[in-house]
């Protein structure tokens, strides 16, 4: 369907037809902008009036507005997936999705549900979590994780989700191939604040291929990942139930969130202390899920290795998709992490 090119396009009629899917019979009658959030993409706040009192009067819609948008499409595209395809077969507590397009042009849209309606608390990367709310949110990675747990469709059924392979973030590797955009991170606030020893590309790329390739010979469990767990794609309901959004899924190891999520949520203190725990604790609940579970020390050993994918996220995101505050705190726990675990040396780089 036609999507809109910039926010004066989004008009009642079109979201009455972007909506009629999953809700057939509404009628938007008028809809205006409320506010707009700029980043990774545009996050725009609608209140709606419909012909219906049971639907909500205020949306989120989730688009690309920015300057960088045409090479974020493929961000955007995942996003789209994530709603339309993959939270519809998993257990997982997620904003509503009312409405979601992609063109031919590969421009992508959702719309959902305004979660300030649900009171919501949302995390942030300045606030590390503590460790009973790091077992809940593992609770509901564990679920996650455990419906398509090495199953044989998944590179069909979901052949749309990228993977961690070189090609599969291509953008950060042509960052840390090219010189003078890799000093540009490498001099920024969170390059300074990392040990000089960690920002050596050609070892950072080496690093990656042995994650990858351990993961193969290994054969280790594949799963869809959330892609992108970080506290600030993370919320806490009124009832204090752990709740997910912004996924970009992946296919890979199990071990690239559990190691992405633990490490950037936990103060540097806490996440020395109570790391081991909360993997047996993630490990138990997969048993839980009926999943045959790896063994702890297989499991982690591949934890202590895959520090080395947030290191590489982080370290080379860009100040418009989070604040270089948040870009600093989070390179510098996997900075920590890969000085606590010898990731270098497990790798054999």
């Known amino acids: 369907m036609h999507l809109p090119s910039t926010l004066t396009d989004i008009s009642a009629v079109w979201l009455t037809e972007l ?5 057939p019979g509404l009628v938007v009658d008028s809809v205006a902008i409320v506010d707009v959030q700029h980043g990774a993409c545009t996050k725009v706040r609608l209140a709606a009036r419909t012909n219906r009192n049971d639907f909500p009067s205020s949306l989120m819609m989730k688009v690309g507005f920015e300057p960088h948008s045409t090479n974020m499409r493929a961000m955007h595209v995942n996003e789209y997936h994530a709603y339309a395809d993959l939270l519809p077969t998993v257990q997982l507590n997620a904003p509503k999705c009312f409405g979601s397009a992609l063109n031919e042009d590969g421009r992508a849209l959702v719309v959902l549900e305004d979660l300030c309606l649900r009171d919501v608390k ?8 503590g460790f009973d709310l790091a077992k809940q949110y593992l609770e509901g990675l564990a679920k996650f994780h455990a419906q398509w747990w090495n199953a044989p469709e998944l590179n069909t059924r979901f052949a749309w ?8 973030v ?6 840390l191939k090219t010189a003078d955009q890799f000093q540009r991170y490498a001099t920024a606030p969170r390059g300074a604040a990392m040990p000089k020893m960690l920002l050596d590309p050609e070892r950072i790329r080496a690093a990656h291929l042995a994650m990858t390739e351990a993961h193969k010979t290994e054969k280790m469990a594949m799963v869809v990942n959330h892609g992108d767990m970080h506290l600030g794609n993370l919320y806490l309901d009124a009832d204090g139930t752990p709740g997910f959004l912004d996924m970009q899924p992946r296919r890979g190891a199990w071990s690239i969130d559990v190691s992405y999520f633990l490490i950037a949520g936990l103060d540097v203190v806490d996440r ?3 790391e ?14 009926g999943v045959d579970t790896p063994s702890f020390d297989g499991a982690w050993a591949a934890y202590r290795r895959d520090v080395i994918w947030g290191l590489l996220i982080w370290l080379l995101n860009s100040s418009q998709f989070q604040t270089e505050a948040n870009n600093t705190a989070a390179a510098v726990r996997f900075a920590m992490a890969m000085i606590d675990h010898d990731t270098f040396g497990r790798l054999g780089v």
């Open 19 to 23: 909506l009629a899917t999953n809700e």
């Open 122 to 129: 949302f995390l942030t990367l300045q606030e590390p979590i």
């Open 161 to 168: 989700a990228p993977d961690t392979s070189e090609n599969g």
């Open 170 to 175: 291509a953008h950060y590797f042509h960052l």
């Open 272 to 274: 020395r202390r109570w």
């Open 276 to 289: 081991a725990a909360l993997l047996q604790h993630y490990l138990h609940c997969l048993a839980q899920e």
